[in-house]
C-alpha cells in the first residue's frame, strides 16, 4: 500500500517534486471506506519488498490519530506520532468530500494530499513542486509541438525537419498549425536555453 518516497528528487526549479515524498491521499482512503469512525488500519510504504515506512491511523469523526514509523539507510526506526484534523464539504450533486487540514500551525490549509519525510504537512510547507510543473515549460512545449506534427503529417520530433502540406489541408489551415508548431518550437528552444544559464550561473 502507499509509494516509496525518499525526499531526495529535485525539480528543474529546485524544489522537491512530490512524488519523491512519501504521501497520504484523503480521497483513496475515503473510496476504500477507510475513514469510518472508530476506524483503525494499517498503511505501508515498500521499497524491494522491504517495508521502509508505515502509519497506524485511528480514525474520527473529524480527525485522524496516526503513528508514523519510518527509518533511512536501514537504521534505527523513529517515531512520530500526529493529529490531523478533516474537514467535510458538500458536493454539488449531493454527498460529501473530505479534506486534510493542514497540521502545520502556520498553514491550515485544505488539502487532499499530505507529504512527509519526518511529519505530515502539505505541498506548499514542504516547499513542494508537482513532477508534472517542471515539465511544463519545457516538454509540454514539446508535446504541444508534437501533437502539431501529428496533426500536419510530419515525422514526431521537435527537432526534426518541417514537412510538407498534406494532401487536401487548405493552405489556411496549413499555415495557421505551422505557426503554432513553430511557436512551440521556439518556446522550447528559449525555456531550455535560460534554465543552462540559470544552472551554469549557479
Given at each position: 500500500?502507499?509509494?516509496?518516497?525518499?525526499?531526495?528528487?529535485?525539480?528543474?526549479?529546485?524544489?522537491?517534486?512530490?512524488?519523491?515524498?512519501?504521501?497520504?491521499?484523503?480521497?483513496?482512503?475515503?473510496?476504500?471506506?477507510?475513514?469510518?469512525?472508530?476506524?483503525?488500519?494499517?498503511?505501508?510504504?515498500?521499497?524491494?519488498?522491504?517495508?521502509?515506512?508505515?502509519?497506524?491511523?485511528?480514525?474520527?469523526?473529524?480527525?485522524?490519530?496516526?503513528?508514523?514509523?519510518?527509518?533511512?539507510?536501514?537504521?534505527?526506526?523513529?517515531?512520530?506520532?500526529?493529529?490531523?484534523?478533516?474537514?467535510?464539504?458538500?458536493?454539488?450533486?449531493?454527498?460529501?468530500?473530505?479534506?486534510?487540514?493542514?497540521?502545520?500551525?502556520?498553514?491550515?490549509?485544505?488539502?487532499?494530499?499530505?507529504?512527509?519525510?519526518?511529519?505530515?504537512?502539505?505541498?506548499?510547507?514542504?516547499?513542494?513542486?508537482y513532477s508534472s510543473q517542471s515539465e511544463t515549460k519545457y516538454y509540454l512545449?514539446?508535446?504541444?509541438?508534437?501533437?502539431?506534427?501529428?496533426?500536419?503529417?510530419?515525422?514526431?520530433?521537435?527537432?526534426?525537419?518541417?514537412?510538407?502540406?498534406?494532401?487536401?489541408?487548405?493552405?489556411?489551415?496549413?499555415?495557421?498549425?505551422?505557426?503554432?508548431?513553430?511557436?512551440?518550437?521556439?518556446?522550447?528552444?528559449?525555456?531550455?536555453?535560460?534554465?543552462?544559464?540559470?544552472?551554469?550561473?549557479?
Amino acid at each position: 500500500m502507499g509509494g516509496f518516497g525518499s525526499g531526495r528528487g529535485h525539480s528543474l526549479n529546485g524544489k522537491n517534486k512530490t512524488n519523491s515524498f512519501r504521501s497520504i491521499d484523503i480521497r483513496r482512503w475515503y473510496k476504500d471506506g477507510l475513514l469510518e469512525d472508530g476506524n483503525s488500519f494499517l498503511w505501508k510504504w515498500k521499497f524491494n519488498n522491504n517495508t521502509i515506512a508505515f502509519i497506524q491511523v485511528l480514525t474520527e469523526q473529524d480527525q485522524i490519530s496516526l503513528l508514523y514509523h519510518f527509518r533511512t539507510n536501514d537504521r534505527d526506526w523513529h517515531i512520530k506520532k500526529q493529529t490531523i484534523k478533516i474537514k467535510w464539504s458538500a458536493c454539488n450533486y449531493g454527498g460529501s468530500r473530505s479534506w486534510f487540514i493542514c497540521p502545520n500551525s502556520y498553514c491550515g490549509r485544505r488539502v487532499a494530499i499530505l507529504y512527509g519525510a519526518s511529519s505530515f504537512t502539505c505541498r506548499h510547507c514542504n516547499n513542494l513542486a508537482y513532477s508534472s510543473q517542471s515539465e511544463t515549460k519545457y516538454y509540454l512545449k514539446i508535446r504541444r509541438a508534437n501533437k502539431y506534427r501529428e496533426l500536419l503529417g510530419w515525422e514526431i520530433g521537435t527537432p526534426s525537419s518541417q514537412g510538407l502540406k498534406p494532401k487536401g489541408m487548405h493552405w489556411c489551415t496549413f499555415f495557421k498549425l505551422v505557426t503554432k508548431h513553430n511557436y512551440h518550437v521556439r518556446s522550447t528552444l528559449i525555456h531550455l536555453t535560460n534554465e543552462l544559464d540559470s544552472i551554469q550561473k549557479n
